[in-house]
Structures are given as structure tokens and as C-alpha cells.
């Protein structure tokens, strides 16, 4: 299911032809300032991505934090529960910034 939740937020919409929906808009923020808007942003997106594309779970939360050590990344902790098996999971996933600019 990991595997599964990275390949939809690293697919851009578009990306395949025979599914044109699928994925994440994920990449659309990578020119924007790392600012709390983009961070929102980037949380609903994740949110809307997984409960389209990964029937198996339930996202209980999504939160996007500035790295502390990378101005120019993100961190979107995702907080999941496997329907099958009602076991909690969580998992991180890292969305680069082409250029840093702190607008908090």
C-alpha cells in the first residue's frame, strides 16, 4: 500500500494516457514559495489524491512541514488506516522545491 500511495503522489496527472486523472497535482507547486498557503495547498491535494486513487485506505490526516534542514522541501506526513486489516500507518513523502523563499 505504501508503494502504491508513492506512485500516485509522484504521478502528474496526465502523465498516463490511458488514465489521464490519475495522480497527484503534487508537481504544480514546485515553483511556488515555500509558505504555509503552498503547504495547505499541497495537504489538500494529497488528501483529494488518495481518497480518488487508494480505496484500500482511510487518510486520517495529511500534514505538510517545512524541513527544517531544507528550506526547499517539504514533508507530508500522511496518517492512514488499512481498511482490511484496521491497522494505523503513517509514512513521509518528500516534495522538492526548485527555489526557496520563505513567505511566512
Known amino acids: 500500500i505504501a508503494e502504491c500511495i508513492h506512485l500516485v503522489l509522484n504521478t502528474q496527472p496526465g502523465e498516463r494516457p490511458m488514465l489521464p486523472e ?11 514559495t515555500n509558505s504555509a498557503k503552498t503547504r495547505f495547498e499541497a495537504e489538500a491535494l494529497v ?9 484500500r485506505i482511510d487518510v486520517q490526516k495529511v500534514e505538510a ?3 527544517p534542514d531544507n528550506p526547499n522541501q517539504i514533508r507530508l506526513h500522511v496518517d492512514y488506516l488499512v481498511r482490511k486489516s484496521n491497522n494505523h500507518q503513517n509514512m513521509v513523502h518528500l516534495l522538492h522545491l526548485q527555489e526557496f523563499f520563505d513567505a511566512d
Open 65 to 67: 512541514r517545512q524541513d
Open 47 to 55: 488528501q483529494r489524491a488518495l481518497a480518488t486513487w487508494e480505496p
Open 22 to 32: 490519475f495522480g497527484c497535482a503534487l508537481q504544480d507547486l514546485v515553483f511556488k
